[in-house]
């Protein structure tokens, strides 16, 4: 079953009551992940926000992924440096990149062995998209045939080089949790807990996509659209 644009809007805005327990349900998320909150009501500190004082180098950039494309959102949070290097001779350090993984490509924050176990190629990818069984955003599970132009530019090379990638909290909630509740007859705390834990490692889970973009937008990044 693909999952469209409307399908998500659907999933957001269709019940009244959903968008009202969504506050609480997102505090009730555990702290066994990077960012989540502790407890409702949770203090502002409850969220991991340590990546904003990283993002303090010359050339800052935030690209909001919002779409699966094979992962090239993913790809762009890395190549927008080239052209610094090329024109400016701008070395490593001189970059700070942030990675907004939201919306129908939150599935790209997800590990192989999640995208294998429920079949994501089958539940999530989008009409237009091509369908793919693995994350075609991690070095060790892109699809066959993908350039070898493009190993430096995936998600887990993104990270170990000092990037920062951050996921919606909203869209893991909407898409992933009720998958994985149905898949494995859990309970929504138990599928939440699960679906936590098989986030890409280094991944930080934010109060939602939109908000990580505009407070990457505060510490100074321009806005680029990954999708």
């Known amino acids: ?4 644009r409307r399908d998500f809007i659907e999933k957001l805005t269709g019940s009244a009551a959903l968008i009202g327990a969504m506050p609480a349900a997102l505090s009730a998320m555990t702290t066994d992940a990077p960012g989540a909150p502790a407890a409702p009501n949770a203090p502002a500190d409850a969220w991991d926000m340590s990546w904003v004082a990283k993002v303090k180098a010359k050339h800052r950039a935030v690209v909001d992924c919002t779409r699966i494309e094979s992962g090239d959102g993913v790809f762009r949070a890395s190549m927008w440096k080239q052209g610094f290097v090329e024109t400016m ?15 129908e490509a939150i599935v790209l924050a997800m590990t192989q062995d999640f995208w294998t176990r429920y079949d994501v190629s089958k539940q999530r990818v989008p009409a237009g998209d091509p369908p793919t069984p693995k994350n075609p955003a991690l070095l060790n599970s892109a699809r066959d045939g993908s350039p070898a132009m493009l190993d430096g530019l995936m998600l887990d090379r993104y990270l170990a080089s000092g990037g920062t990638a951050l996921a919606c909290a909203m869209a893991l909630q909407l898409l992933i949790v009720p998958l994985v509740a149905e898949h494995d007859k859990l309970s929504p705390d138990e599928a939440r807990k699960k679906a936590i834990a098989n986030l890409v490692p280094g991944v930080i889970l934010q109060p939602s996509g939109v908000f990580a973009t505009l407070r990457a937008q505060q510490a100074g990044c321009a806005y680029v659209l990954g999708s």
């Open 1 to 4: 079953m693909a999952t469209t």
């Open 89 to 103: 001779g701008a070395k490593p350090e001189d970059f700070s990149s942030v990675l907004v993984m939201r919306h």
